[in-house]
């Protein structure tokens, strides 16, 4: 095993992370040390490879770390690779790595792992079927390999008879065979499958010797990672469980790495690394492509929370002089910083306060037409501030497609005065809407050339943004088709503010730079479907006047379908959430990864009173801060902060008639479209709110229950 130290590659599966994690904190001090020995130089005379009896793969090994603890360690014939497997009291490890298999994949020339004892054991059971044709009986065993899966799966695969069979069988396969097949269950060509699961354009020769190679497989990289140095290694092994800093899915990793002619969009359901994508895109653009001293990467989002959350997790993947590159603020933050280091003096405001500006204008409103006052709000948000409209005369053209109240010109002239009442009144007190915020931001913008220092823009949340933010953005970096210059990632379902956008008319083209993630990594797929259920026969936009729909989405996790109780009083419904908490408690979960979230600030409140008088420590978390997971406690949050994080344990309270959806959210509207887009909007808060559980969810209810229940 005499290598030269430079020419060595070591590199960690994810499946150590997951057992060193499992290790008692006293004991992994002795594992880390023996780790960073062996990143150093596997090859040392000091570390004694064993050879494990009736062990079915020749190139395992153990390594001794102490009296009780053992690594496993794969060290092929051929070549400077040692790949770090598992780690365990010694009988444990041996038995893990006794059936343990591991190989190149002959035509993905991926590095995969069989488990020849469940193997066996799973083709027992499928195996009983029969003559019956089975689910993937139209595909020729050629086309099973090129999938992925590996040959001694094939008679297995032959003997799955419907998608239960398949899910059973998630655990045994490759994940990347899994995700194929599962695919092509769900109705996918074959070629199509090849296309999603980024097949084409594989080498025709695979050399099943070649680990190095293998190493740079997508497909080997979401569950292999090639430790460089000494700091990497330990903040990887100060995380284990974070995985997402360090293992990404070949699907995500394609579109990090891409090599953009333009602006990119990234859609996907809750739970599919759409952030992660983003983050780990800010990473590779300021490491490797914009790496000047004055190149700058914008990263923005619609909220100070999710900024905040970005901000703490970039820290946690970017060494810091990559993250001195990166600039994480939410948008109208960067708004405000600019337009003051502009010498504007508005004050930015929001709906909460311009209600004395709508008052007074309100007074002048034509009492003939006898329109509500939500009507006016909307005609100004939906209508005037969307189109820029500035002039009765502009207001006589505009269109007002979609709303439910038709106005001619001479009504329209009748209420033009309120308009511009609001607006004056608004200029009396020195405010702006944000929206003209932002208008006028891009406006000094223009008119002062390219005097930012930003090479691209990073958008997460997108759906969340409107029109004239985009095109804000745009004017940021005002080439068109400039490479890699701005990344968008959303998903419609999840839009839970009311802005609606079309990119193209922003001046930001995404034609043939789109992309899906489809694999949930977060929640259970029984949490999964429940959330979908939510917006089912709904119709989804794709942020560029196209509609999204959920076809592929899949979680690959399993666990318990969401249990959904209601409660005589919200005395009763506490109670119950109480004993639920405690036995939680009880089965050991830590509090502080439980969270319960309701739609109201005020009822949340009350929720938190009552949790504390029942002994439970508790922590709000807040609008503008990152939630530091450090700090002990039940989590509380409203459904709009929950946005962008995920738990272990998910209590969704209050789900009562008029809280979801919010009745005064949809009442005082005569425009049947803004009443069905306000409920789908409440509907989506639900969505996003069950989504955030990485396990398991509860969802109560006090006297009449949400109709969406």
């Known amino acids: ?101 591991f190989s190149i994949h002959p035509e993905t020339g991926s590095l995969q792992v069989v488990d020849i004892q469940q193997v066996a054991a799973r083709h027992s059971i499928v195996g009983a079927a029969g003559e019956e044709r089975g689910l993937f009986h139209d595909l020729k065993d050629k086309h099973l390999l090129q999938l992925g899966v590996p040959d001694a799966f094939v008679p297995l695969v032959r003997g799955i008879m419907n998608e239960d069979d398949l899910d059973q069988n998630e655990a045994v396969l490759p994940q990347e065979a899994y995700e194929a097949l599962f695919l092509y269950a769900a109705g996918y060509s ?10 084409h354009g594989v080498e025709k020769e695979v050399d099943t010797g070649d680990f190095v190679k293998a190493l740079e497989n997508p497909d080997t990289m979401r569950r292999f990672h090639v430790v460089e140095d ?41 739970g599919t690394g759409k952030t992660v994508c983003a983050m780990h895109r800010a990473k590779h653009l300021a490491q490797n492509v914009f790496k000047a001293e004055g190149d700058r990467i914008l990263f923005t989002t619609f909220t100070r929370n999710l900024a905040a959350d970005i901000r703490e997790n970039l820290r946690k993947i970017c060494p810091v002089d990559v993250l001195k590159r990166i600039e994480v603020v939410n948008l109208d933050a960067w708004v405000t910083q600019f337009l003051k280091k502009n010498g504007y003096e508005h004050t930015i405001v929001y709906e909460d306060d311009t209600r004395d500006c709508w008052t007074n204008a309100l007074n002048v409103a ?28 502009d207001y006589m053209k505009a269109s007002r497609l979609g709303r439910g109240r038709k106005l001619n010109r001479v009504e329209r002239k009748a209420i033009w005065p309120v308009f511009e009442e609001y607006r004056a009144q608004l200029n009396e007190k020195g405010y702006k809407e944000a929206i003209d915020a932002i208008r006028d931001a891009r406006v000094i913008l223009q008119s002062k050339g390219s005097v930012l220092p930003y ?23 005002p080439t068109d088709g400039s490479t890699n210059d701005i990344f968008i990632v959303g998903d419609g379902h999840q839009r839970i503010y009311r802005h609606k956008v079309v990119l193209g008319q922003c001046g930001i083209n995404i034609k043939g730079r789109s992309h899906k993630l489809k694999i949930n990594y977060r929640t259970t797929d029984e949490t999964r479907k429940w959330a979908v259920k939510l917006l089912e026969g709904r119709k989804i936009d794709d942020l560029d006047a196209g509609v999204d729909d959920q076809k592929g989405y899949k979680a690959l996790l399993h666990g318990s379908p969401p249990q959904v109780v209601n409660l005589p009083s919200m005395a009763e419904e506490t109670d119950f959430i109480v004993k639920h908490l405690k036995q939680l408690e009880s089965e050991g979960v830590p509090i502080n990864s439980v969270c319960l979230v309701c739609r109201i600030h005020g009822l949340l409140a009350q929720y938190e009173a009552a949790l504390q008088s029942a002994g439970f420590t508790t922590y709000l978390i807040k609008r503008s801060a990152a939630e530091n997971r450090s700090t002990p406690g039940l989590r509380l949050a409203t459904m709009h902060r929950v946005k962008g994080l995920e738990f272990d344990h998910l209590v969704i309270a209050g789900v009562n008639e008029g809280i979801v959806p919010l009745q005064m959210v949809l009442e005082g509207q005569d425009n049947p479209l803004a009443v069905e887009q306000n409920e789908l909007r409440e509907r989506a808060l639900l969505y996003v709110s069950a989504t955030r559980a990485k396990k398991n ?12 229940l």
């Open 455 to 477: 090479k691209a823009v990073i958008v997460d949340e997108g759906q969340d943004m409107g029109a004239e933010a985009f095109k804000l953005i745009r004017q940021m970096i």
């Open 1 to 101: 095993m005499q290598q030269g130290i430079n020419d060595i590659k070591v590199a960690i599966s994810s499946d150590f992370l997951k057992a060193f994690s499992l290790i008692p904190h006293k004991q992994q001090s002795k594992v880390r040390e023996f780790v960073e020995k062996f990143r150093m130089n596997p090859a040392a005379a000091a570390i004694n490879y064993e050879k494990i009896q009736q062990c079915k793969d020749p190139n395992l090994r153990s390594v001794r770390i102490d009296n009780t603890y053992r690594g496993i360690v794969l060290k092929p014939e051929i070549g400077n690779v040692f790949l770090l497997l598992w780690v365990d009291h010694h009988d444990k490890a041996y038995q893990w790595a006794e059936n343990k298999v």
């Open 190 to 199: 074959f070629e199509d499958v090849l296309r999603e699961v980024e097949k």
């Open 366 to 393: 034509p009492k003939s037409l006898d329109l509500p006052e939500a009507f006016y709000r909307d005609e100004w948000e939906q209508i005037i501030q969307t189109q820029g409209i500035s002039s009765g005369d």
């Open 230 to 270: 000494a700091l990497e290694l330990a903040e990887i092994l100060n995380a284990p469980l974070e995985q997402w800093r360090v293992f990404l899915h070949p699907s995500q990793r394609k579109i990090v790495e891409k090599n953009a002619k333009g602006p990119v969009r990234v859609l996907g359901g809750a």
């Open 697 to 708: 969810v509860l969802v109560t209810s006090f006297g009449k229950k949400s109709r969406f």
